[in-house]
């Protein structure tokens, strides 16, 4: 891969100023004051909320704690997704800090999955920089690694290890110089205004004539609203780590660089503020 180790770093230490608050009908024994903290965009919010967790346990009647979730303006935030994607699709547009109400009951089935323990997220995590390497290495680069260098990926991760993690994640960004890129593009495109969870297909770096395929490419072929309007006029917001990136950046590069630590561009397509 190219080596532009300042990109990763940045899209590594990117934070979002956050405010937890408890849900207004949660029965406390005292008040429940607010609690602050910077949350890793490239992280989960299960694998960093411990301390939110306790803050509001210590007011709560512990037969009143079940499992902790968290909403933001009425929708239930999706463990699952990497916290920069939550944060670009439901409240790119907001003033920060980022405003998170946490609930221990009532837990919505229909919209979340369970996270008892973070063992859950691990095989969450694995699972997908394993499909990501199937679709860039026909999975033989993470078949090759060890034991230990899968556990390397996912401790980088939870004790928030830049150098750990990209000491093992580097093999996962490289390919054969004879080729121009990976085979397929590991990517999912999510929008705020539907239902349907994301878009994701195959999609190669390069073009049949060899040149390299662009955001814009990507975006016309697997959602065309997202750069095509009827009046001309551009009604969204294309997102990756809370920037937008130019249409033509090659999208070989922005995998190699801007995808999350599961080895996934995750961009979202907003509505453009209007005011």
Known sequence: MTDDKDVLRDVWFGRIPTCFTLYQDEITEREAEPYYLLLPRISYLTLVTDKVKKHFQKVMRQEEVSEIW??????????????????????????????????????????????????????????????ADALKHKSQVINEMQKKDHKQLWMGLQNDKFEQFWAINRKLMEYPPEDSGFRYIPFRIYQATTERPFIQKLFRPTASGGQLHTLGDLLKDVCPSAVTSEDGEQKTQVMIHGIEPMLETPIQWLSEHMSYPDNFLHISVIPRPTD
């Open 70 to 131: 968290f909403e933001y303006e009425g929708t239930p935030l999706k463990w699952h997704y990497p916290i920069g994607l939550l944060f670009d699709l439901h409240a790119s547009n907001t003033a920060l800090p980022w405003s998170i109400t946490v609930h221990f009951k009532n837990f919505p089935e229909k919209d979340l999955l369970h996270c008892h323990s973070k063992d859950v997220i691990e095989a969450h995590f694995m699972a997908c920089i394993k499909e």
